[in-house]
Protein backbone atom coordinates (compact mmCIF):
# COMPACT_ATOMS: atom_id res chain seq x y z
CA UNK A 1 0.00 0.00 0.00
CA UNK A 2 2.57 2.35 0.67
CA UNK A 3 4.37 1.99 -2.76
CA UNK A 4 0.92 2.26 -4.28
CA UNK A 5 0.72 6.00 -2.02
CA UNK A 6 4.37 6.84 -3.29
CA UNK A 7 3.83 6.05 -6.79
CA UNK A 8 0.38 8.20 -7.05
CA UNK A 9 2.31 11.07 -5.32
CA UNK A 10 5.26 11.23 -7.46
CA UNK A 11 2.66 10.90 -10.60
CA UNK A 12 1.05 14.51 -8.87
CA UNK A 13 4.12 16.17 -7.98
CA UNK A 14 5.36 15.49 -11.56
CA UNK A 15 2.25 17.51 -13.19
CA UNK A 16 2.57 19.99 -10.70
CA UNK A 17 6.09 20.87 -11.69
CA UNK A 18 4.74 21.16 -15.37
CA UNK A 19 1.75 23.17 -13.73
CA UNK A 20 4.70 25.51 -12.62
CA UNK A 21 6.16 26.35 -16.04
CA UNK A 22 2.85 28.23 -16.32
CA UNK A 23 2.10 30.22 -12.61
CA UNK A 24 3.13 33.85 -13.02
CA UNK A 25 3.35 35.06 -9.77
CA UNK A 26 3.78 34.81 -6.46
CA UNK A 27 1.07 33.23 -5.47
CA UNK A 28 0.72 30.84 -8.02
CA UNK A 29 4.01 29.40 -7.44
CA UNK A 30 3.82 29.43 -3.61
CA UNK A 31 0.31 27.26 -4.12
CA UNK A 32 2.38 24.93 -6.42
CA UNK A 33 4.78 24.38 -4.08
CA UNK A 34 2.77 24.06 -1.35
CA UNK A 35 1.05 21.37 -3.20
CA UNK A 36 4.48 19.48 -3.69
CA UNK A 37 5.34 20.05 -0.07
CA UNK A 38 1.90 18.71 0.90
CA UNK A 39 2.28 15.11 -1.28
CA UNK A 40 5.33 14.82 -0.40
CA UNK A 41 4.07 14.99 3.66
CA UNK A 42 1.15 12.76 2.73
CA UNK A 43 3.27 9.92 1.87
CA UNK A 44 6.07 10.77 4.81
CA UNK A 45 3.16 10.52 7.00
CA UNK A 46 3.18 6.56 6.19
CA UNK A 47 6.78 6.23 4.80
CA UNK A 48 9.70 4.31 6.44
CA UNK A 49 13.46 4.30 5.89
CA UNK A 50 14.57 5.50 2.30
CA UNK A 51 11.17 6.42 1.52
CA UNK A 52 10.60 8.17 4.10
CA UNK A 53 14.27 10.18 4.10
CA UNK A 54 12.99 11.35 0.43
CA UNK A 55 9.83 11.97 1.19
CA UNK A 56 10.87 14.68 4.28
CA UNK A 57 13.43 15.89 1.97
CA UNK A 58 10.66 16.94 -0.99
CA UNK A 59 8.33 17.94 1.33
CA UNK A 60 11.24 20.42 2.61
CA UNK A 61 12.01 21.49 -0.78
CA UNK A 62 8.35 21.89 -1.44
CA UNK A 63 7.45 23.82 1.26
CA UNK A 64 10.98 26.07 1.25
CA UNK A 65 10.39 27.43 -2.07
CA UNK A 66 6.60 27.94 -1.60
CA UNK A 67 7.85 30.17 1.44
CA UNK A 68 9.97 31.96 -0.98
CA UNK A 69 7.07 32.85 -2.68
CA UNK A 70 5.00 34.04 0.18
CA UNK A 71 6.72 36.51 1.21
CA UNK A 72 5.76 38.94 -0.45
CA UNK A 73 2.00 38.40 -0.03
CA UNK A 74 -0.40 39.66 2.27
CA UNK A 75 0.03 37.76 6.06
CA UNK A 76 -3.85 37.06 5.58
CA UNK A 77 -3.40 35.26 2.16
CA UNK A 78 -4.84 31.93 1.91
CA UNK A 79 -1.89 30.18 0.30
CA UNK A 80 0.06 32.33 2.67
CA UNK A 81 -1.92 30.53 5.67
CA UNK A 82 -2.31 27.48 4.10
CA UNK A 83 1.58 26.81 3.80
CA UNK A 84 1.66 28.03 7.37
CA UNK A 85 -0.88 25.40 8.85
CA UNK A 86 0.40 22.75 6.53
CA UNK A 87 4.43 23.53 6.81
CA UNK A 88 3.69 22.99 10.76
CA UNK A 89 1.86 20.14 10.16
CA UNK A 90 4.79 18.69 8.68
CA UNK A 91 7.10 19.99 11.45
CA UNK A 92 4.90 18.24 14.21
CA UNK A 93 3.75 14.76 12.70
CA UNK A 94 6.76 13.86 10.29
CA UNK A 95 9.78 15.99 11.84
CA UNK A 96 8.61 15.47 15.22
CA UNK A 97 9.78 19.15 16.11
CA UNK A 98 7.14 20.63 18.09
CA UNK A 99 9.15 23.64 18.56
CA UNK A 100 9.52 24.87 15.02
CA UNK A 101 5.45 23.87 14.79
CA UNK A 102 4.32 25.95 16.93
CA UNK A 103 6.82 28.48 16.00
CA UNK A 104 5.35 28.60 12.56
CA UNK A 105 1.95 28.46 13.21
CA UNK A 106 2.26 31.61 15.81
CA UNK A 107 4.33 33.38 14.09
CA UNK A 108 1.78 33.04 10.76
CA UNK A 109 -1.25 33.77 13.88
CA UNK A 110 0.29 36.45 14.81
CA UNK A 111 1.33 38.37 11.96
CA UNK A 112 -2.52 37.61 9.78
CA UNK A 113 -4.03 38.96 13.04
CA UNK A 114 -2.20 42.22 12.50
CA UNK A 115 -3.75 42.52 9.60
CA UNK A 116 -6.95 40.87 9.51
CA UNK A 117 -8.51 44.35 9.71
CA UNK A 118 -7.38 45.50 6.38
CA UNK A 119 -8.51 43.03 3.91
CA UNK A 120 -11.29 42.12 1.96
CA UNK A 121 -14.28 40.15 3.05
CA UNK A 122 -13.59 37.20 0.47
CA UNK A 123 -10.16 37.05 2.07
CA UNK A 124 -11.19 37.44 5.47
CA UNK A 125 -13.90 34.27 5.07
CA UNK A 126 -10.87 32.44 3.39
CA UNK A 127 -8.17 33.74 6.01
CA UNK A 128 -10.77 32.84 9.44
CA UNK A 129 -11.31 29.55 8.39
CA UNK A 130 -7.55 28.78 8.55
CA UNK A 131 -6.83 30.78 11.51
CA UNK A 132 -9.00 28.96 13.27
CA UNK A 133 -6.99 25.66 11.98
CA UNK A 134 -3.98 27.07 13.15
CA UNK A 135 -5.59 27.85 16.77
CA UNK A 136 -6.79 24.57 17.08
CA UNK A 137 -3.71 22.85 15.82
CA UNK A 138 -1.66 24.98 18.28
CA UNK A 139 -3.80 24.66 21.71
CA UNK A 140 -3.97 20.61 20.98
CA UNK A 141 -0.19 20.85 20.58
CA UNK A 142 0.32 22.91 23.69
CA UNK A 143 -1.95 20.66 25.75
CA UNK A 144 0.24 17.60 24.41
CA UNK A 145 3.23 18.37 25.28
CA UNK A 146 2.48 19.74 28.82
CA UNK A 147 0.65 16.55 29.19
CA UNK A 148 3.75 14.67 28.14
CA UNK A 149 6.13 16.99 30.42
CA UNK A 150 4.02 15.75 33.42
CA UNK A 151 4.26 12.39 32.47
CA UNK A 152 8.01 12.35 32.16
CA UNK A 153 8.24 13.88 35.42
Not at 11 to 20: G, I
Not at 88 to 104: D, G, I, T
Request: charged residues 35%; contains cysteine.
Amino acid sequence: MEDGLYEKCKRVVACVNKCLDCAKDDDSKAFFYKMIGDYYRYVAESAHDQTLEECKQGALDGYNKSLEHTNSLNACNPTRLGLALNQSVFYYEVMNNHKKACELGETALTEALEKIDDVDEETFRDAKSIIELLKENLSLWKEEDTENAVEDL
